[in-house]
């Protein structure tokens, strides 16, 4: 069994920045293979950033150069900077490992 908790998400306005972070536990012996993704309304959830199985960096189109995917492998922990924050950037957003999802954490970016 993994556990995947979120946490970092809130309301912040254009152009703004957030952090989230994912810290995984239980059976889990490396964060490689690891990401975000996210779910705005109506819409299906999609890859944001995540790390590959070898531990290169995989991103979005619409948040290179604005999102930044990093990890603290001693913590088990991933985190996600965003900036240059867009309205259409609001979603819930979910942690990934495995089949394993977190239960994801509400980012609203007003305009």
């Known amino acids: 069994q993994v556990q995947l908790v979120e946490s970092g998400g809130g309301l912040v306005q254009a152009g703004g920045s957030l952090r989230l972070s994912c810290a995984a536990s239980?059976?889990?012996?490396?964060?490689?293979?690891m990401g975000w993704y996210r779910q705005a309304p109506g819409k299906q959830r999609e890859l944001v950033a995540t790390?590959?199985?070898?531990?290169?960096?995989n991103y979005a189109d619409s948040v290179k150069g604005r999102f930044t995917i990093s990890r603290d492998n001693a913590k088990k922990t991933v985190y996600l900077q965003m900036n240059s924050l867009k309205p259409e950037d609001t979603g819930v957003y979910y942690c990934?490992?495995?089949?394993?999802w977190g239960q994801g954490t509400q980012v609203t970016v007003s305009s």
């Open positions: 990934r490992k495995a089949g394993y």
């Open positions: 239980g059976s889990i012996f490396s964060i490689n293979a």
């Open positions: 790390f590959t199985s070898s531990g290169s960096t």
